[in-house]
């Protein structure tokens, strides 16, 4: 059955440092999507970043990068250069490509960034 | 360009109530879907509507039932409401439903069951 793991219920990262944020998974499919989003404590659900199950390569966007460990079956997420504003939930999340219209997330981690 | 939108922002609701919310998708985007948020918990998903039809469904009562408009926008109706349905309610959009497909998602409407 699908599902999804974050064992990091809460992390501390210095400003402008870097900070690796834990997700694995488990699916029997070969085709799958993963998902990180930041959730504010506003509520909004803000997608950051998107990881294919056939990408051979991470992927980037701006100070967020995916660390995809296929064999491993994990996807961690990197926040480069942390920022005040990066204090929040993070989920990650997943989807299989057969037949499944539903995401699943994990339970989360929530990150606080120290001045 | 308009994102996903959700009305109302917050809701207080009795038990045994009923309630309606309300989204609109992501200009352009056709599937809708729906997400429960408990307190400290992550979305679970309640169900995806596309072409006006329920694709698929989470594990769910029928208490929580939803309907698509010709326009793309979609309800959820929760009949009979249990204190445990107190949560954010969250709708999400995107434009074909594969495991590539991004979705993204509204502010979410905080219900309160008293």
């Known amino acids: 059955a699908q599902k999804i793991t974050q064992t990091q219920p809460g992390m501390f990262v210095q400003e402008k440092e870097a900070v690796t944020l834990d997700c694995t998974y488990d699916?029997?499919?070969?085709?799958?999507?993963l998902f990180w989003y930041k959730q504010p404590s506003s509520g909004e659900m803000i997608f950051l970043i998107y990881?294919?199950?056939?990408?051979?390569q991470n992927a980037t966007e701006g100070r967020y990068s995916l660390n995809f460990q296929k064999a491993r079956k994990s996807a961690n997420l990197v926040i480069s250069a942390s920022q005040l504003g990066d204090s929040a939930m993070y989920f990650c999340?997943?989807?299989?490509?057969?037949?499944?219209?539903?995401?699943?997330f994990g339970a989360g981690t929530r990150l606080f960034v120290k001045a | 360009d308009a994102g996903v939108t959700q009305s109302p922002t917050h809701l207080i609701k009795t038990r045994g109530q009923q309630v309606t919310l309300r989204c609109s998708p992501k200009?352009?985007?056709?599937?809708v879907s729906w997400y429960q948020q408990a307190l400290g918990q992550g979305p679970q998903f309640i169900f995806q509507?596309?072409?006006?039809?329920?694709?698929q469904r989470g594990n769910f009562p029928d208490r929580f039932s939803g309907h698509q408009f010709p326009n793309y926008s979609s309800e959820l109706n929760v009949n009979a409401l249990l204190l445990g349905d107190s949560a954010l309610y969250l709708c999400?959009?995107?434009?074909?439903?594969?495991?590539?497909?991004?979705?993204?998602f509204g502010p979410g409407t905080r219900l309160t069951v008293l």
């Open positions: 200009s352009g985007h056709d599937t």
């Open positions: 999400a959009s995107s434009l074909e439903v594969t495991a590539t497909d991004t979705q993204y």
């Open positions: 509507y596309y072409e006006e039809e329920e694709r």
């Open positions: 990881q294919g199950s056939y990408d051979e």
């Open positions: 999340a997943m989807r299989e490509g057969a037949g499944g219209f539903k995401t699943i």
């Open positions: 699916t029997s499919d070969q085709s799958y999507g």
